[in-house]
């Protein structure tokens, strides 16, 4: 390798690091935030909570690594037409490759990491990540006995103990059950038990009452001596691992086991996830060749054209957005399947055109223009509001 082409890929190698970091934590967090309920209704410790935010991340890492290099690929080479030094290397007599292969190796490590991860890394994560979320919410007795606190036991049933009584009894019970449609039902029992009887497991309470409110504001009464409340159902429920096509393993794909009744169910899925691991890969190599087909040749910095890094983002988009279109359709539709091949070697082919035929991948010029006017006037408006904003400040301060 040449030192030109050592001094490329160490400059994009630097800047799709720091790219993958900063969009791997950003798209990291909005997924653990949506996991915070593990914490706030199963009573787990924080130990927990980072356990299952850190097994999330191998299944964004595929989506995320290839917007990151298209960030660094860009950016670096617009940076570089902007120092001249793609000027110099053209004058130089050095061909387009001399660009290109570095950022194409650059490009072939991070799919062989995409597809290492994809279906190495990411259903084993995602495996062990149902199991503790399942375990988590199994211990429903350690949950339900915790006094003062109100928790969600299932969708529309809520439980509160009041407290924790001599000989293992529970006092000032309240059940909140919204379950049966057109109907709320109320529970209050001001004491009570757990019962186990084999694999069942009751919750009796004693003396107390069950408000009934309709739909139509009928308000009934119920006074009971005893009652029965059967848990049973969520502890069950709570201990079962319901394992998605997303969670198997690759080599369960190939041959899934037809007694599988997610399988039954849906084989399509299969399938169709089948064939988006074995094309996700591909997609850093794909970006890769957009940015070089956009940002790769030495241009004036008298052409007006939009940033390099704006277009390449805006092409990458949209040819990811086929892609996902097309897998989420493939599991009902078999014909999207080819689609779903299609749209990566499309886009490459016609990005390596551009590449072949020294010629710049932009954006139509009439998008160009409106992007340019749709930036000058959120430009006067936002200065046009910072001045309001500090004249009405002045004239509070005064």
Do not use: C
Not at 116 to 133: S, T, W
Not at 288 to 311: K, W
Not at 312 to 322: E, G, M, T
């Amino acid at each position: 390798m040449k030192v030109v082409e050592r001094y490329i890929m160490r400059r994009a190698a630097t800047v799709f690091v720091a790219a993958l970091t900063w969009t791997l934590a950003i798209v990291w967090t909005t997924q653990v935030l949506a996991k915070i309920d593990l914490v706030t209704d199963s009573g787990q410790s924080a130990l927990t909570f980072f356990e299952v935010a850190a097994l999330i991340i191998p299944s964004i890492i595929p989506i995320v690594v290839p917007f990151a290099l298209v960030v660094a690929v860009a950016q670096t080479l617009s940076v570089m037409n902007t120092d001249s030094e793609l000027a110099v290397i053209n004058a130089a007599g050095a061909s387009r490759w001399t660009i290109a292969r570095p950022i194409l190796l650059l490009a072939l490590a991070a799919s062989v990491f995409s597809f290492a991860v994809d279906n190495g890394v990411d259903p084993y994560a995602r495996q062990k990540n149902r199991q503790l979320v399942a375990s988590s919410r199994a211990d429903l007795l350690s949950l339900i006995i915790q006094e003062g606190t109100f928790r969600k036991i299932d969708d529309g049933l809520f439980l509160q103990i009041g407290e924790r009584l001599p000989d293992n009894r529970l006092g000032g019970i309240f059940v909140a059950d919204s379950r049966e449609e057109g109907a709320n039902l109320i529970y209050y029992a001001k004491s009570g038990s757990i019962v186990e009887k084999g694999d069942e497991k009751v919750l009796m309470m004693n003396d107390g009452v069950i408000n009934r409110k309709s739909l139509t504001g009928d308000l009934s009464v119920i006074r009971f001596t005893s009652y029965a409340f059967d848990l049973s159902a969520f502890m069950s429920a709570a201990n079962e691992i319901t394992l998605l096509p997303k969670d198997r393993t690759t080599q369960y794909l190939l041959n899934p086991d037809p007694n599988d009744k997610m399988f039954q169910r849906k084989p399509g899925s299969y399938t169709a996830e089948l064939d988006q691991r074995f094309s996700e890969w591909s997609y850093p190599l794909v970006f890769a060749l957009i940015a070089l087909a956009v940002a790769g040749d030495a241009r004036s910095h008298r052409e007006a054209r939009i940033h390099p890094l704006i277009t390449a983002i805006a092409i990458a988009l949209f040819v990811r957005w086929l892609g996902f279109f097309a897998a989420g359709k493939a599991d009902k539709v078999p014909l999207y399947a080819y689609v779903v091949y299609g749209v990566p070697i499309v886009a490459s082919a016609v990005a390596t055109w551009f590449i072949v035929s020294s010629r710049s991948m932009e954006l139509p010029a009439a998008w160009a223009d409106w992007m340019t006017n749709l930036a000058g006037r959120v430009s006067e408006t936002w200065t046009a509001i910072k001045l309001r904003l500090s004249r009405r400040a002045s004239g509070q301060g005064a």
